[in-house]
């Protein structure tokens, strides 16, 4: 572990050293929308890092670098902070790879790059709710830092959207059930569990409302501060029905391949690890087709610890059967 912060009792403490086993790995790069859709970029875009010099930014086990050195990559530096960094130097010997990809262990932040400038920055950043861990800044930092004029950054597109559900049985299940155990009252337990929201994966019959579009983010040419915002929404009910939830996912684009590469992690669409972002509302709204549910999403780094997630939904209804407005907080932890 890379110097843990000594009063830091929340992730960051907990950040790297997770990366250091196995089983998180195997999650991700069994993801097959993920770990295909980056293959799929670099094997079919080869221009992009034929003689290039590529920056991999949280290399993990180094199945990136492993791509992108297949690719026809120069060279390639894969960084990596967490122990699997002395997996990753095994992986890429083992694969005959040592002169093509140097594993560098440590952070971002603190390493010192044997070249003063890379070609290519690519990186799987990506947390849940998108910003969760704050891998982002650490991929902004290398850009600023070592990327070329006119280099590129992949992924270089990011998309937040936020829809409405109806989930009466979980929310029934995971928060109101803290209102009656055993026949004692643990409400107090229940104040917490709303306010952190749950990653899981949601039905598409479930949706209620259209999808709104909350924030696009251009990694090329973002600063670090355009992670944190505050967004309008307006999510219009599509038939009549109950809403107990708000949900969260995100679309990511490689928009410099010959064709435009990407994937979703929505309900719609093949499901990754990251699955969705449900906030359970306070209280069921009722509503009709046509109806709009109005309100902000404001996303902000956690001040204490900037790997967590701190989110304000204000939100109202004026509907025949329901008339609302309220303001939530929640934290992702």
Excluded at 4 to 28: C, L, N, R
Excluded at 101 to 124: F, N, R
Excluded at 221 to 250: C, N, Q, W
Excluded at 279 to 288: F, G, H
Aim: charged share 25%; glycine share 4%; proline share 2%.
């Amino acid at each position: 572990m890379c110097e843990p912060v000594e009063d830091d009792k929340t992730s960051a403490d907990y950040y790297f050293d997770s990366y250091s086993h196995f089983g998180i790995h195997e999650e991700m790069l069994k993801d097959v929308v993920r770990t295909k859709t980056y293959q799929n970029v670099i094997y079919r875009n080869t221009f992009l890092f034929k003689d290039k010099i590529v920056l991999d930014v949280g290399a993990g086990t180094g199945i990136l670098s492993l791509f992108c050195a297949k690719s026809g990559a120069k060279h390639v530096y894969a960084v990596e902070c967490s122990q699997m960094a002395d997996m990753a130097k095994e992986i890429v010997e083992a694969n005959g790879y040592s002169n093509v990809i140097t594993v560098l262990k440590g952070k971002i932040e603190e390493i010192d790059l044997p070249v003063p400038q890379v070609d290519v920055i690519i990186s799987e950043w990506m947390g849940y709710f998108l910003l969760y861990e704050n891998m982002l800044n650490t991929v902004l930092y290398a850009r600023d830092k070592w990327l070329v004029n006119n280099g590129i950054v992949l992924p270089d597109n990011a998309s937040l959207y936020l829809t409405a559900i109806e989930d009466a049985e979980y929310k029934e299940d995971k928060i109101e059930f803290w209102n009656n155990v055993y026949g004692f009252d643990m409400s107090c337990i229940r104040k917490q569990s709303i306010m952190e929201p749950l990653v899981d994966t949601v039905d598409q019959n479930q949706i209620v409302t259209n999808c709104q579009l909350l924030k696009t983010m251009d990694i090329s040419k973002m600063t670090s501060g355009d992670a944190s915002f505050t967004a309008p929404f307006k999510l219009v009910a599509e038939r009549d029905d109950y809403i107990h939830a708000l949900i969260a996912y995100f679309d990511v684009a490689f928009t410099v391949c010959h064709k435009l590469t990407g994937f979703s992690t929505g309900p719609r669409s093949r499901n990754t690890h990251w699955k969705q972002t449900v906030l359970y509302l306070e209280e069921v709204l009722t509503i009709c087709e046509g109806e709009s549910i109005t309100g902000s999403m404001t996303v902000a780094q956690n001040k204490k610890n900037p790997r967590d997630v701190d989110i304000t939904l204000k939100y109202s209804l004026n509907g025949q059967r329901c008339v609302i407005s309220r303001t939530q907080h929640y934290k992702m932890r």
